[in-house]
């Protein structure tokens, strides 16, 4: 990262990041309402792959013609953020699931979850971020 405050990160180091952790946020909607849901995830072939149980987040996830994932870290110094904009698609033939079960994605929680679903973006954005003090000096628009 350089020491800029605010990185835009390309594509490649924007997966690179998202294929670091293993928990983000997948945003949908439900019934005219925003939804978010958190999720352990892995990035397989430069798609989002979790897995879930029946219910609002499988109905929503696959209902929308489009949703958001974020994920993102940090430490003291600096933080990043990715998100992905795309389609998530309910796996349901037998060469897309085995692909799928290759990841070796397993639930952390003790709930059975027999769905893969996969998010094909249309697009991913990142941002580095190194975190410090505020600059002195006016803020454009502002009046001391």
Do not use: C
């Not at 925003?34 to 996830?61: C, D, H, M, W």
């Not at 940090?74 to 349901?92: C, M, P, T, Y």
């Not at 709930?111 to 991913?124: A, L």
């Amino acid at each position: 990262m350089t020491d800029a405050p605010v990185t835009v990160l390309t594509e490649d180091a924007s997966w690179n990041l998202l294929s670091s952790v293993a928990l983000g946020r997948l945003v949908t909607s439900f019934a005219g309402e925003p939804e978010i849901f958190p999720v352990n995830y892995v990035v397989q072939g430069r798609t989002v792959l979790f897995r879930t149980a029946e219910g609002t987040k499988l109905f929503s996830a696959v209902a929308n013609r489009a949703v958001v994932f974020e994920a993102d870290d940090h430490n003291v110094e600096e933080g990043w953020s990715v998100i992905v904009r795309g389609r998530a698609q309910l796996l349901k033939n037998d060469a897309d699931i085995q692909q799928a079960e290759r990841a070796q994605l397993l639930p952390w929680t003790a709930t059975h979850k027999p769905h893969y679903v996969r998010i094909s973006p249309s697009e991913i954005t990142g941002r580095a971020f190194k975190f410090g003090p505020e600059p002195d000096g006016d803020l454009p628009g502002h009046s001391p």
